[in-house]
């Protein structure tokens, strides 16, 4: 007699993976002038987002609390909470923060509004411009996905970062900029 034996795989959907599955069903416009269009893409940037995250997750080690910084719709904010990452993402412009609730709402998302970072109403988003944020030792990581060319240009972003960084904290930026950009 012959026995077989069968591996069981379990493939389990992840939150952000369902997630992506309702962003497929349902029907929301974003609306923004922007050089950067494919945010205006739902599942193709949450995808995308998912896609650098693997490809950095095991450099960046544990962190508990993340600032996601330039955080335009919200999905990388949204994202990192569903990681397990008590995070507040940083964004000033009010009319994307705004379809930001709205969209994430209508996905079964609630983000929360708040006015300094507090990590306990995960995830959220503080109305403010990053490189006038005060602070010492604030967050584990910063992240920018896909972070603008105004943000990569100035010299304060570095900085503040740094400030706002606890010890030991990581930075993880992605950019569609091209690199002599980024050189200079
Ligand atoms: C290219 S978008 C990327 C948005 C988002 N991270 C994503 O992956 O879809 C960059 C965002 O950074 C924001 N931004 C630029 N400068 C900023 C600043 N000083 N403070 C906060 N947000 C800023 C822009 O408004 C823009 O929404």
């Known amino acids: 007699m012959e026995y077989l034996e069968h ?53 960046i080690g544990d962190p508990k609390t993340a600032l996601d910084v330039g955080a335009g719709f919200a999905y990388g904010t949204v994202f990192l909470d569903m990681n397990g990452i008590k995070t507040v993402g940083i964004k000033n412009v009010h009319a994307k923060n705004t379809q930001a609730f709205k969209l994430f709402r209508k996905l079964g998302v609630t983000i929360n509004k708040v006015n300094k970072v507090d990590f306990s109403k995960s995830p959220a988003i503080f109305e403010t411009d990053f490189n006038e944020m005060q602070g010492n030792e604030v967050a584990d990581l910063i992240t920018m996905f896909y972070l603008s060319g105004e943000l990569v240009m100035n010299p304060k972003t570095l900085q503040v970062c740094e400030k706002l960084l606890k010890k030991d904290g990581r930075c993880m930026f992605s950019t569609e900029a091209n690199r002599s950009t980024i050189k200079k």
């Open 7 to 59: 591996q069981i795989t379990e493939c389990k959907k992840t939150k952000v993976d369902e997630l992506i599955e309702r962003m497929k069903s349902i029907d929301f416009h974003l609306h923004q002038e922007t050089a950067d269009k494919l945010q205006l893409n739902l599942q193709e940037r949450l995808v995308s987002i998912q896609n650098i995250w693997n490809a950095v997750k095991l450099k």
